[in-house]
């Protein structure tokens, strides 16, 4: 699994997250005339910066790529390069660092920093940022609309406390200066209450930034209830493992992780309306750090296999495999050996449990 983000250039600003979605969305369909690798049809300030950042980070692919010297002893990334964005994908190990001087390049030439596979924010070059709910086309969270719902009545309830509160110093202030203003409390009271209002005023920004990272942190925590469900069905034995994902693997081999992400978000939205992403996200544990797959019909009453069955995968980390890693790596193996057959379509992937490595699954195909 890749740690994602994007480089934008685009004015005006986003009037909220429905529209920046919307955008991000038709860019990264990556359907364009152009070519990804090359930065001649981006704006003048993404061009700028992704060249000042190709000597710091290597490209991957394209002219400024990696040679095969270099591949031990430097930075790199893959970059996608749009018209009015550049999506990096790196490794885990790296992304702290890469993405430090990414964002800093980018405010330095007034451009914008989407932390995909982080926050979920887009951060502006003024230092202001728009969180950013990660939602289906049709405006749902991926959790469903109630976790939406939730995250946004919460927001509007932090607003209207903050302006009650603010109201009534204020209301305060004005009732001492002028109809308490001879009183010999009025001067100590009305300074006690400047100083409360004060201390409101630096409290109310930073709880109004904190609030952001509150909705996140409960959507990741349904999340994990989810996940941590599906783990304990998984434990019960034989377990369906990315059913609810659909694939052709007649489409084609992708020459990186991002390419395939796309491509899978996009087929699983045309064929189940579904957004499958935190599928892809999520560690198979089960499988460990290596897995010996074999194609197996599903519709054969006879469990046919086909030849030259058996496709030997390993994690990139050691240690487990994500959903979106095994799916490409998986399509790559399997693509040239599925490319004349009638079962194509990806059923899901079943696995004992094993304590040895590595561990032995069926792919399940259909017609």
């Known amino acids: 699994m ?6 934008i250039d685009r004015h005006p600003r986003f009037k909220d997250s429905k ?79 890469i993405c430090e001087i990414a964002f800093k390049l980018a405010k330095e030439y007034g451009l914008s920093y989407f932390d995909i596979s982080g926050s979920n924010e887009l951060y502006y070059p003024d230092g202001s940022s728009l969180f950013v709910f990660p939602q289906q086309e049709d405006n749902e969270v991926l959790n469903g609309n109630e976790l939406q719902a939730e995250c946004e ?95 052709n693997f007649q489409i084609g081999a992708f020459g990186g992780k991002i390419y395939i992400y796309t491509a899978l978000m996009k087929y699983n939205a045309e064929h189940s309306g579904k957004t499958i992403a935190h599928l892809l996200e999520e560690k198979i544990e ?6 010996d797959i074999i194609l197996f019909d599903e519709d054969s009453e006879e469990a046919e296999t086909y030849n030259n069955p058996k496709v030997h995968l390993k994690a990139d980390d050691g240690v487990s495999f994500t959903g979106l890693e095994l799916l490409f790596k998986l399509n790559n193996e399997l693509h040239p050996l599925l490319k004349d057959s009638d079962h194509v379509f990806f059923e899901g992937i079943t696995c004992q449990q094993q304590q040895k490595q590595p561990t032995v699954c069926r792919v399940l195909l259909g017609s």
Request: with cysteine.
């Open 2 to 7: 890749s740690y994602d983000i994007m480089i």
């Open 19 to 97: 529209e920046f979605l919307e955008w991000f969305d038709d860019v990264t369909q990556w359907k364009e005339n152009i070519d990804y690798d090359d930065c001649e049809h981006a704006t003048p300030h993404l061009k700028e910066w992704f060249m000042k950042m190709k000597d710091i980070v290597r490209p991957m692919n394209g002219k400024y790529a990696l040679s095969d010297e270099e591949i031990d002893r430097c930075l790199d990334a893959d970059y996608a390069i749009a018209r009015e964005g550049i999506m990096m994908a790196m490794g885990y190990s790296e992304a702290d660092k």
């Open 153 to 247: 009545k919460e927001l509007k309830r932090r607003r209207v406390v903050a302006r009650i509160a603010l109201l009534a110093f204020i209301t305060l202030l004005l009732l001492i200066m002028y109809v308490f203003p001879d009183k010999p409390w009025a001067m100590p009271v009305g300074g006690v209450s400047t100083l409360a209002f004060l201390i409101f005023c630096i409290w109310g920004i930073k709880w109004q930034k904190r609030t952001n990272e509150d909705v996140m942190k409960r959507y990741q925590q349904r999340q994990a209830e989810e996940e941590s469900a599906r783990h304990a069905k998984e434990r019960e034995g034989l377990k369906p493992i990315l059913e609810d994902v659909m694939w």
């Open 286 to 291: 089960c499988l460990g750090a290596e897995t």
